[in-house]
């Protein structure tokens, strides 16, 4: 029988490991987005990301990855609640002393569904997450929406996992979901188009990135595989294909 998970916003306690204690047979797959500039200057003398794809987990504002805009969904099986966080990584200007946080709003787009058939469960849901530069009074916005439709089959032992990345499509998205074990695993990546000055107006809704792919677990939900369309690769092989990507080709995977 269908029904309908709950959804809000709370900051998701993953720094504290006894969360992730699974004794009613839930699982967690936290699945973080990040919309990041690879460049060293961000446009207008404001300081980037400098770096590349990372599907490095980041916990708390001052670890990790630096990313303009961090979200986080709490995505857990079996539970009847959904719950998603986001913030920002520090803004600074090349010529202008100290530093600003934007904090970045977030929320469900949709109602989240889940739906029931056999032995698999089907969760659907979306999120819009957007912040802007805190230096600049009045500043658009980047803007991330994603769609989600993840399909969980105990006794196969998989997780398929479809949808989208829509937005503004500047700067660089990338997105990944992670076991019970703190593996990480890509979802998807997105190749910035534009510029600051030409992209970030409105509530865009351009491509980021598509995928469609199942990923093999074990008995306590790890990652052992992934499948897509008839390749089967490694956690490892898989990962790599993202990793090595360089997000300065101005151009979609």
């Given at each position: 029988?269908?029904?309908?998970p709950?959804?809000g916003?709370?900051?998701?306690?993953?720094?504290?490991p006894i969360n992730?204690?699974?004794?009613?047979?839930?699982i967690?797959?936290?699945?973080?987005i990040r919309?990041?500039a690879?460049?060293n200057?961000?446009?207008?003398?404001?300081h980037?990301?400098?770096?590349?794809?990372?599907?490095?987990?980041?916990?708390?504002?001052?670890?990790?990855?630096?990313?303009?805009?961090?979200q986080v969904i709490?995505?857990?099986t079996?539970k009847?609640?959904m719950?998603?966080?986001?913030w920002?990584?520090?803004?600074?200007?090349?010529?202008?002393?100290?530093?600003?946080r934007?904090?970045p709003?977030?929320?469900f787009?949709?109602?989240?569904?889940l739906r029931?058939s056999g032995?698999?469960?089907?969760?659907?849901?979306?999120?819009?997450v957007?912040?802007?530069n805190?230096?600049?009074?009045g500043?658009?916005?980047i803007?991330v929406?994603?769609d989600?439709s993840?399909?969980?089959?105990?006794?196969?032992?998989?997780l398929?996992?479809?949808g989208s990345?829509t937005?503004?499509?500047?700067p660089?998205?990338?997105?990944f979901?992670?076991d019970?074990?703190?593996?990480?695993l890509?979802i998807?990546v997105?190749?910035?188009?534009?510029?600051?000055?030409?992209s970030?107006d409105g509530?865009?809704k351009?491509?980021?990135?598509?995928f469609n792919?199942?990923?093999?677990?074990?008995?306590k939900?790890n990652?052992?595989g992934v499948?897509a369309?008839?390749?089967?690769?490694?956690?490892?092989?898989?990962?790599?294909?993202?990793?090595?990507?360089?997000?300065?080709?101005?151009k979609?995977?």
């Amino acid at each position: 029988m269908a029904s309908s998970p709950q959804v809000g916003q709370q900051r998701p306690p993953f720094n504290n490991p006894i969360n992730f204690i699974d004794k009613d047979g839930r699982i967690p797959y936290p699945i973080t987005i990040r919309a990041f500039a690879p460049f060293n200057y961000f446009g207008g003398g404001f300081h980037g990301d400098r770096r590349s794809y990372s599907n490095v987990r980041s916990y708390t504002n001052d670890t990790g990855p630096s990313a303009r805009v961090h979200q986080v969904i709490n995505f857990d099986t079996d539970k009847t609640t959904m719950t998603t966080t986001a913030w920002s990584s520090e803004t600074s200007h090349r010529f202008l002393p100290g530093s600003m946080r934007e904090t970045p709003s977030v929320n469900f787009i949709d109602k989240a569904k889940l739906r029931e058939s056999g032995n698999s469960k089907t969760y659907d849901f979306g999120t819009h997450v957007k912040g802007a530069n805190p230096m600049v009074p009045g500043a658009p916005n980047i803007d991330v929406f994603s769609d989600f439709s993840i399909t969980e089959n105990k006794k196969a032992g998989t997780l398929s996992i479809s949808g989208s990345l829509t937005g503004d499509n500047f700067p660089s998205t990338e997105a990944f979901i992670s076991d019970p074990s703190g593996q990480n695993l890509f979802i998807g990546v997105g190749f910035y188009q534009g510029s600051p000055f030409s992209s970030l107006d409105g509530e865009n809704k351009r491509d980021i990135t598509n995928f469609n792919f199942t990923v093999t677990t074990d008995k306590k939900g790890n990652f052992t595989g992934v499948k897509a369309g008839d390749t089967n690769y490694s956690i490892k092989d898989w990962n790599k294909m993202f990793l090595s990507a360089d997000p300065h080709k101005n151009k979609k995977k």
